[in-house]
């Protein structure tokens, strides 16, 4: 029953800005730390920006940083992405991904996936 469902995608010009939403159950959200992704056509999926469980530390990729920001809500169970300057290259399927502690001696950790929010940047 663990689901991680994105919102806030659409079309937006280039300067424009997103705010991106992944909202979290079945799991104790507080305990994960989130990562937002990007896929764009025929490319890997690459990390956008991460936090931490306790919402401590961000860590972001070369290309969004000073743009993007990640933050999260654990009272809401939510990760937010907020996009601005937003540029034809940031044009992808965002997911979410929650990574759970190491558990165990085999240092297990859950990993979750979203079904992904189109973000399209074109004028």
């Known amino acids: 029953q663990v689901q991680l469902v994105e919102s806030g995608g659409g079309l937006v010009q280039p300067g424009g800005s997103l705010r991106l939403s992944c909202a979290a159950s079945?799991?104790?959200?507080?305990?994960?730390?989130m990562t937002w992704y990007r896929q764009a056509p025929g490319k890997a999926r690459d990390m956008v920006a991460r936090?931490?469980?306790?919402?401590?530390?961000?860590t972001y990729a070369d290309s969004v940083k000073g743009r993007f920001t990640i933050s999260r809500d654990d009272a809401k169970n939510t990760v937010y992405l907020q996009m601005n300057s937003l540029k034809p290259e940031d044009t992808a399927v965002y997911y979410c991904?929650?990574?759970?502690?190491?558990?165990?001696?085999?240092?297990?950790?859950?990993?979750?996936w979203g079904q992904g929010t189109q973000v399209t940047v074109s004028s």
């Open positions: 991904n929650a990574a759970g502690p190491p558990l165990g001696y085999t240092r297990r950790q859950n990993n979750y």
């Open positions: 079945g799991f104790t959200f507080s305990n994960y730390a």
């Open positions: 936090i931490t469980s306790a919402g401590d530390s961000t």
